[in-house]
């Protein structure tokens, strides 16, 4: 595959992470040997922290020790600082299995990485994957009121790579009318962009009124900001809500090769949810999953994944770009 400037840039920054040279339960030559549960003696998971979260690996540590305990493989927590290290590492063979957002998924096949959904995560047991994000003002700013309100303000968004806090909303506003495109010197035309850098910031900024209006994701509104005191009930409204947008997935190389990458679905979607890992003494409490208090797995597909293709295909954001 010739590399596109993306997949050089991924490279890159993979070099930063260290994963490039880091272990490797397989190459393009051909996987290691298997145990005598047929899954290799080692798998490594790749992934990022989230906002805030000062330790990555018990986020995912019930799930490691479910993976060790039904597959024989020690599992390896492997951590890289951005998606492009985690992506590259699944492309070079470094990472077997890894959890991604949804516009990480979508840039990793875009670029070649084969890989295969496990499942995605869901907040509940009773909720499908996916989530929202919400075009936020203060309750008590009445010149805003949807997102046509947002021209001629200061918008604070997440990060021009954020799903739910900078594409869908770029989308957003471009089909409100108030936008031509997400490059940036189109968008200060119209309005002028702060990108605070996090879902908390962005919501807390537009709270302190050092922006007009913003977008954060929802559970960063409704939830999280509030249980830590940071928001009261109320303080903000809600202007606009996106369509769906697809959950984060943990996926699998398909370098594993297809009855492994099966098994590990089966596993990932039946046994990964907090239920389970509770009953198996495997974790105790409310067993929040991932760094974003995930209940459990359920089934995803590739196809899950086309809303935010066509959110790229619209909005023509450079991080869309290969």
Not at 45 to 71: C, F, H, Q, R, W
Request: aromatic residues 6%; hydrophobic residues 40%.
């Amino acid at each position: 595959m010739t590399a596109t400037p993306t997949t050089r840039r991924l490279l890159a920054a993979l070099a930063a992470t260290g994963l490039l040279l880091g272990g490797c339960s397989g190459d393009s030559g051909g996987e290691a040997a298997a145990n005598e549960k047929g899954f290799p003696e080692t798998i490594v998971l790749g992934a990022i922290p989230a906002e805030n979260s000062t330790s990555l690996a018990a986020g995912y540590d019930p799930i490691v020790k479910m993976l060790e305990d039904e597959t024989g493989s020690t599992v390896e927590v492997s951590q890289a600082s951005d998606y492009a290290g985690v992506i590259e590492g699944l492309m070079a063979g470094n990472v077997d299995i890894a959890f991604l957002g949804s516009f990480g998924y979508v840039i990793a096949t875009e670029n070649g990485a084969e890989i295969t959904p496990l499942g995605a995560v869901t907040e509940t047991k009773d909720e499908e994957p996916g989530y929202y994000s919400f075009g936020i003002t203060r309750a008590d700013n009445v010149e805003i009121n949807s997102l046509k309100d947002y021209a001629g303000k200061d918008v604070c968004f997440v990060d021009p790579g954020s799903t739910s806090g900078y594409l869908y909303p770029t989308a957003g506003l471009i089909e409100a009318g108030v936008v031509d495109s997400a490059a940036e010197s189109a968008m200060s035309k119209s309005l002028k962009p702060v990108f605070a850098g996090g879902h908390d910031a962005s919501a807390l900024a537009v709270k302190n009124g050092d922006c007009d209006a913003g977008f954060s994701m929802q559970s960063m509104v409704e939830r999280t900001l509030i249980d830590s005191g940071d928001l009261t009930q109320g303080e903000l409204k809600k202007v606009w809500q996106s369509p769906k947008i697809s959950g984060s997935l943990f996926v699998a190389r398909n370098g594993l090769g297809k009855d492994v990458v099966a098994k590990l679905t089966k596993l990932m979607t039946e046994k990964a949810n907090a239920d389970y890992l509770r009953s198996q003494g495997f974790c105790e409490g409310d067993c929040l999953l991932t760094d974003e208090d995930a209940w459990g797995v359920k089934p995803a597909t590739d196809a899950d994944y086309d809303g935010v293709r066509e959110v790229c295909r619209l909005t023509q954001a450079e991080a869309c770009r290969g």
